[in-house]
């Protein structure tokens, strides 16, 4: 397979393949999300789908928490990640390892978009159960913020 960069071009990390399933491996979550945006994680997404066509898996990404590794995605981000919430174009779709349930198959950024806000306004990405993933409802939720 063509996985030996895993989500940056710059950014190296061992990844393993199974099931369907790609893993990071050696990259701590502070070190993995402090070196992309939300933005470029969700171009990421889409180029390794693009990289490995006929891969229809998921990758596993290291869990962010808010509560560890502090506001990763900024409430302005959050509502630009919500205009793009129509975006039907095929990635991966992330997954947290502690999941205890995870769907199958390929994503879509527009749906990868709403689970990144949905990660902002609950703490935890990739989220650990599915959630909430209507666009207006989560809209409401960011704008209704207090922010500290």
């Known amino acids: 397979m063509l996985i030996n960069r895993v989500l940056s071009v710059l ?7 199974i099931a369907g399933e790609v893993a990071l491996e050696k990259e701590s979550a502070n070190a ?5 945006s939300p933005f470029v994680l969700l171009r990421d997404l ?19 928490n ?16 919500l205009r793009m919430s129509g975006d039907e174009t095929p990635c991966l ?13 390929p994503s ?11 990660g902002f306004l609950d ?6 159960a599915p959630g909430q993933l209507d666009a207006e409802v989560l809209l409401r939720r960011v704008q209704g913020l207090e922010i500290e």
Do not use: C, M
């Open 11 to 17: 950014v190296v990390v061992s990844s393993v393949s």
């Open 32 to 36: 993995f999300y402090a070196a992309r």
């Open 46 to 64: 889409k180029l390794l789908h693009v990289w490995n066509p006929g891969f229809s898996g998921k990758i596993i990404l290291p869990p962010y």
């Open 66 to 81: 808010r509560k560890v590794q502090g506001n990763w995605i900024t409430r302005e981000q959050a509502l630009e990640l």
């Open 93 to 105: 779709r992330a997954v947290n390892p502690l999941a205890s349930v995870s769907l199958d198959g």
């Open 108 to 118: 879509t950024v527009g749906s990868e978009a709403l689970r990144l806000v949905l």
């Open 123 to 128: 703490g935890a990405y990739p989220p650990v």
